[in-house]
């Protein structure tokens, strides 16, 4: 066992610990958010989190100067999209749900499949992405030279004779990490305050815990055990009639290294076996948190599921079917919910998010303008 496993299996098993002394009766594989994690090598500052604030805001850092992070991530939308499938760069479509930036600050792995380990990574891989922001880092390192308050801020901020790129990718993660919800009913409750939850709500934890097993996946603080499952979500359907999407869909396959076979035939997303090319991960996503999904609608990797209830309803079923048959998670099993005990479990996953979030988006600086003698 790695060093780094080492830590992780005993500070998982600390939380464990403590969860269960400190909430009595509460479930020992639950617990209340605590504050974020701040990576040793981008520390927090109120002055990098607001140089953050004003790139995540702005189109500066996208290929055509109209892709900023807040284009897929809108505070009213609970920080990401309310449609199946996300925006793209202009003249395409995305090709997956867009996930909430509310608590990403969390994961160890962020994408559906998990493809960055850090928001800094994340910030990058979003800007530069073929069908996203679709930039290039020389060029928007330029762009930023010519906004002469860009200028100071990362003077100010890192030391920066000339706007590095990577500076700003690290400036919009420390704003995400401010982006975060740790006083839910459920975080009240689990803390001892037994009036946080209702009755109905206190049922449906009882069935997230026992009969319905959601704690299973949906455990830890974060109620996300960051591993990948196949639960048979039926196909984004807009492949079968918007012609925009297919093609947004072929590229994908195309340039993640598909075979001819799988390029020619496939009609649904493989998931994480983009990234590892065993057929055993076909279909496979990472398990979302569920914290704040009253405002994340709709639900999966691909939209496919447009209500909490709906959510409920599936995996009450047993889950659904695609084809990726031979992947789909011996999990996914009839729960055998009442009408009523959906009910209740709804009303629990309901007291996971608390207040919406919601911000006054920044004045934006303006470009240096060159004088008209020089234009001339």
Request: hydrophobic share 40%; proline share 7%.
């Amino acid at each position: 066992m790695t060093v780094t496993k080492l830590l992780s299996a005993v500070l998982a098993a600390t939380w464990l610990v403590g969860a269960a002394q400190a909430a009595g009766d509460r479930p020992a594989a639950l617990a209340p958010l605590g504050p974020p994690p701040i990576p040793a090598d981008n520390p927090s500052t109120p002055e990098k989190v607001e140089l953050g604030k004003l790139l995540f805001f702005d189109p500066i850092l996208s290929g055509n100067y109209a892709m900023p992070c807040s284009a897929c991530h809108l505070p009213e939308a609970g920080w990401a999209i309310q449609d199946r499938i996300s925006f793209g760069y202009p003249g395409t479509t995305h090709w997956r749900n867009s996930q909430t930036i509310v608590n990403a600050a969390y994961y160890s792995k962020l994408f559906w499949a998990g493809s960055s380990k850090s928001l800094e990574s994340q910030a990058r891989s979003a800007a530069r992405g073929g069908v996203a922001g679709n930039g290039e880092d020389d060029m928007m390192e330029a762009r930023l030279a010519f906004v002469p308050e860009y200028r100071w801020r990362f003077a100010a901020v890192f030391g920066d004779d000339w706007p590095n790129i990577r500076h700003a990718y690290a400036a919009i993660a420390a704003f995400e990490r401010t982006i975060v919800q740790t006083d839910t009913p459920f975080d009240e409750y689990m803390r001892g305050d037994d009036a946080a939850l209702t009755e109905a709500q206190k049922r449906g934890l009882d069935l997230f815990a026992g009969k319905a097993d959601c704690i299973a996946c949906h455990n830890g603080p974060l109620l996300s055990d960051e591993q990948y499952y196949n639960l048979g979500v039926p196909p984004y359907a807009g492949w079968e009639d918007d012609e925009l999407a297919q093609i947004t869909f072929r590229f994908e396959l195309y340039a993640k290294g598909s075979t001819e076979k799988m390029y020619r035939t496939t009609k649904d997303d493989p998931g994480l076996y983009f990234r590892t090319k065993d057929a055993r991960h076909k279909g496979k996503f990472r398990t979302p948190s569920l914290r704040y999904t009253k405002y994340t609608y709709p639900y999966m990797h691909n939209g496919m599921l447009e209500t909490l209830r709906d959510v409920v309803e599936f995996y009450n079923a047993g889950g659904g079917e695609n084809e990726f048959a031979a992947t789909k998670s011996p999990l996914m099993q009839p729960l055998g919910l009442s009408g009523a005990e959906v009910d209740d479990l709804v009303a629990f996953i309901e007291s996971l998010s608390g207040d919406e979030i919601l911000i006054d988006e920044p004045e934006l600086p303006e470009m240096q303008r060159l004088p008209a003698v020089v234009r001339n």
